[in-house]
C-alpha cells in the first residue's frame, strides 16, 4: 500500500503480460458482441508502471465502478450482462448495455473528467459493430495529463514525464482520495447527528435541549475548527508504520490541539471533547487497517483498538487521585466506578459493534429515512448503555429512568411510527425538565454512522 512498497516479482507486469491480455480483451469483447449485438462498456484503470494491482488501486477501481454503476441507473440505462477480471495486468469490468451509444459514451466521458480520481479511470465504449467511440465524434474535447494537465496524447507521445513521476502522482490521487472521504464521512456523521431531529434532551434543529450553553451554530463552529484536526489524524493512521500502542499515544498530543481548537471556536464551550477522542482514535485505526488490509473491516477494526488502548488506559486510570479526582470523568469513576468513553475503547466500543452499526446496517436495508434512522439508532443506544454524561449531571436513577424512557418510545414504534415520534418530543420536554442530556450515545451514534459510511465505501466486497 505504501508508494515505495518493491513491487512482488508475481505482480511485476511485463511488455508480453499486456500483449496478452490486450488479445484476451479484444477476444472478449468480439464474443460479447456477437452474443448480444448491443453497445459494450470496458472499464479498467490508467496505471503505469510495472504493477498495476494492489489494495489501493483496487479501492480506485471499486469507486469506479460504483460511479458508473450509478450514473447507468441514473441515465435508464439497462445492463445486460457484466463480469469482472481480476489478474495483474489490471482489473477490469465488461458491461453490455442496452442504450444510445453515443449517450453512454457521453456518459462515460462526464465521469472520466470529473474529479482526480476520473482521471485514472479508462472506459472504452463499442458500438455494435465493434467500432470503439471517440471523444472527438461527440465534440468533446480529449483527456488531459493527470501531472500537468496538457493534453494526454502529447505528453504520452514525447515521454514527458517519468514512470516514476507518473506513479507517484497516481499514488497521491489515490491516497487523497481515501482521505477525502474519511473526512467527509466524519463531517457527515458530526453534522448527522446534531441533524436529526427530534432527539431527547439534545441540540437539534429544533431546539437546544437541556443545554443553555449551545445550539446548532455553536456545534457548527466546533465541527469546523475540529474537522482538520481529525482529518490529520486520519492521516497519521494511513501513513502509520509503527505499532498499535505507538500510534495511540502519538495521537493523544493530537486530541489536545483539538479540544484547544474546539474551545477557541465555541468560546469555551465544550461541544465535541470527548468525540474528539473516540473518533479521532476510531479514524485514525480504520485508516490504519486500510493502509494494511486495504479495506474496512469494523468488527477487526474496533477489537484491534481494545487490545491496543487497555494497558495504557488502565495505567491511566491507576494513577487517579482517589481523593482529588480533577475531571469529570475522574470523579465517575472513584464514585461509581464508571469507565465512561475511555472503558468503551477499552472494550471495543461494543456499543457501536453490537448495537449502533447493526441497527444502520438494517435501517439502510429497509431504506429508512436518514433522520428517523438516527433517531431509531439513539434510542437503541440509550435504552442499553451506561451513558456518563447522564450520570455527570445526575446520578444511577436518573440514567435507568432514562434508559427505561428510551425503551418505552421505542416499544411504541420509536422513530418510525406517528404514535413513536410524539412520545420522542414529549420525552424531549422530560429530559429538558429533569436536565438529562444522553450526549454520551449520541456521540456513539457519531461513531456509527462515520464506520457505516466507511463499510459502504470501503468494506470488502
Known amino acids: 500500500m505504501k508508494k515505495n512498497d518493491p513491487v512482488p516479482p508475481e505482480l511485476a507486469v511485463e511488455v508480453e503480460d ?9 477476444l472478449a469483447q468480439r464474443k460479447l458482441l456477437e452474443r448480444y449485438h448491443k453497445p459494450l462498456l470496458f472499464f479498467t484503470m490508467n496505471i503505469p508502471g510495472p504493477r498495476k494491482v494492489s489494495p489501493l488501486v483496487r479501492i480506485g477501481f471499486e469507486e469506479g465502478v460504483r460511479r458508473v454503476e450509478l450514473a447507468l441507473d441514473e441515465a435508464s440505462v439497462p ?11 489490471g482489473y477490469e469490468k465488461y458491461y453490455v448495455l442496452d442504450g444510445d451509444v453515443k449517450k453512454i459514451k457521453a456518459l462515460t466521458s462526464a465521469l472520466e473528467n470529473a474529479d482526480r480520481l476520473g482521471r485514472l479511470f479508462d472506459m472504452d465504449v ?3 459493430d465493434g467500432r470503439k467511440l471517440s471523444r472527438q465524434e461527440l465534440g468533446l474535447p480529449g483527456r488531459t495529463c493527470l501531472v500537468c494537465g496538457e493534453p494526454a496524447q502529447a505528453c504520452a507521445r514525447s515521454r514527458k514525464h517519468s514512470v516514476p513521476v507518473l506513479v507517484r502522482n497516481v499514488h497521491r490521487i489515490l491516497e487523497n482520495f481515501v482521505l477525502d472521504s474519511a473526512e467527509i464521512f466524519m463531517r457527515d456523521a458530526l453534522e448527522g447527528e446534531v441533524a436529526a431531529t427530534p432527539k431527547p434532551g439534545l441540540v437539534d434543529l429544533d431546539n437546544s435541549g437541556a443545554h443553555r450553553d449551545m445550539d446548532c451554530h455553536t456545534f457548527a463552529l466546533s ?6 484536526h481529525l482529518r490529520l489524524m486520519a492521516e497519521k493512521g494511513w501513513r502509520w508504520n509503527g505499532d498499535g500502542e505507538s500510534l495511540f499515544v502519538a495521537l493523544r498530543p493530537m486530541g489536545a490541539a483539538a479540544e484547544k481548537a474546539m474551545f ?12 474528539i477522542f473516540s473518533l479521532g482514535l476510531v479514524t485514525a485505526f480504520t485508516l490504519w487497517h486500510v493502509a494494511r488490509h486495504g479495506y474496512v473491516d469494523s468488527g477487526a477494526i474496533l477489537r484491534e483498538i481494545g487490545s491496543v488502548v487497555t494497558p495504557l488506559l488502565e495505567r491511566d486510570f491507576a494513577k487517579i487521585d482517589p481523593y482529588h479526582p480533577h475531571t469529570h470523568g475522574e470523579i465517575l469513576y472513584v464514585r461509581d466506578g464508571c469507565r465512561g468513553i475511555r472503558g468503551e475503547a477499552m472494550d471495543g466500543f461494543p456499543a457501536v459493534a453490537d448495537i449502533g452499526l447493526p441497527a444502520l446496517r438494517k435501517f439502510s436495508q429497509e431504506r429508512r429515512p436518514a433522520n428517523e434512522a ?3 439508532t439513539l434510542l437503541l443506544l440509550m435504552s442499553q448503555v451506561e451513558d456518563t454524561n ?10 435507568s429512568y432514562a434508559q427505561a424512557q428510551a425503551g418505552a418510545v421505542l416499544r411504541k414504534g420509536g422513530a418510525f411510527t406517528p404514535e413513536g415520534i410524539r412520545a420522542v418530543w414529549a420525552l424531549n420536554d422530560e429530559f429538558v425538565a429533569r436536565n438529562i442530556s444522553p450526549g454520551g450515545c449520541a456521540d456513539l451514534l457519531i461513531l456509527s454512522l462515520y464506520l457505516v459510511r466507511m ?7
Do not use: W
Open 79 to 89: 445492463v445486460l450482462f457484466t463480469k469482472v477480471i481480476a489478474y495483474k495486468t
Open 374 to 376: 438516527c433517531i431509531q
Open 264 to 275: 477557541q471556536a465555541t468560546g469555551n464551550v465544550n461541544t465535541h471533547k470527548g468525540i
Open 126 to 128: 463499442l458500438d455494435v
Open 455 to 461: 463499510e459502504d465505501r470501503f468494506g470488502k466486497k
Open 390 to 399: 447522564i450520570l455527570s449531571r445526575s446520578d444511577r436513577d436518573t440514567l
Open 223 to 228: 465541527t469546523d475548527a475540529i474537522l482538520p
Open 18 to 26: 499486456m500483449l496478452r491480455a490486450r488479445d484476451g480483451r479484444v
